[in-house]
């Protein structure tokens, strides 16, 4: 019983080690993207825009049809006043894709053999991207986020994958691409098909070539987001929620503001208050 029982064990460590070996073989097939990864910095008359080179909002050049163009345009004039026009993740709900890629502050990519996570932080706190060879669920259930199937592409052909390509489909809104309100169409059905890679030149850049499919577009749209290395080993991951300490309050369909003092302020100019009718009027 002793020697059967030393023979198995042996056999079990042989097959585990077997095991860890082809584990650590698959895994060298795929890149290290380790790290923390922001935004590279543009100096630019706003804040974070889709594509990285221009402006927001109008400044983006997007290829709107004429009836999105003027949602554009009813967001930036209702930002004038003090609304928050087609951006309501102010609010401090997910701001969905394709902005959620925007690398405001340091992203984190995380790779394994079935799903490439991607850990944000902000608006939106993670993203998986299935890589395990699944189809498309039926039906999708919409999110923000959306549904991500990638496949990697080892592109120089040395052995070790280098390109991932995503599609992501199936999502739910309000969703925009900056905080301007530059639109995507309301009916959610966007596409969006990535190319994620680190630059062969310098390592410690990263490119997420990103086109759009909308029907608030005239025609594709493909942008290149780019994204440096933080060089320090270990990286300060900064912990941000836009719900804490907001002073924006929608009811119905007006957006107020909460006052230092915790009272409700107006956002706009003659702004009408809040229906209280659940209230005990003073007086009454």
Known sequence: ??????????????ALAITASARAADDAQYPDWSGAWIRIPVKLPTQPSHDQTKPWGRGQEAPLTPEYQKVLEDSIADQAIGGLGNFPTTLGRPAGMPHMMMGFIPMEFVVTPETTYVLIGMYDHYRRIFTDGR?????????????????????DGDGRYD????????????????????????????????????????????????????????????????????????????????SEGNGQIMIGKENYFLSAEGLLMPAKKNQAPPDLRYFKQAGR
């Open 1 to 14: 019983m002793r020697y059967r029982g030393s023979a198995w064990a042996l056999a079990f460590a042989a």
């Open 135 to 155: 189809d498309w669920p039926t039906p999708i259930e919409p999110t923000f986020a959306g549904y991500s199937i990638g496949r990697w592409i080892d592109e």
């Open 163 to 242: 390109v991932l390509e995503v599609e992501t489909r199936g999502f739910k809104g309000p969703r925009a691409y900056d905080e301007a309100g530059l639109p995507l169409h309301f009916d959610n059905e966007s596409i969006f098909r990535e190319r994620i890679y680190r630059d062969k030149a310098d390592a410690n850049i990263m490119h997420d070539e990103i086109t759009t499919i909308d029907h608030a577009l005239t025609r594709p749209w493909t942008v290149d987001k780019r994204y440096v290395r933080d060089p320090n080993p270990r990286p300060a991951w900064p912990e941000y929620y836009i």
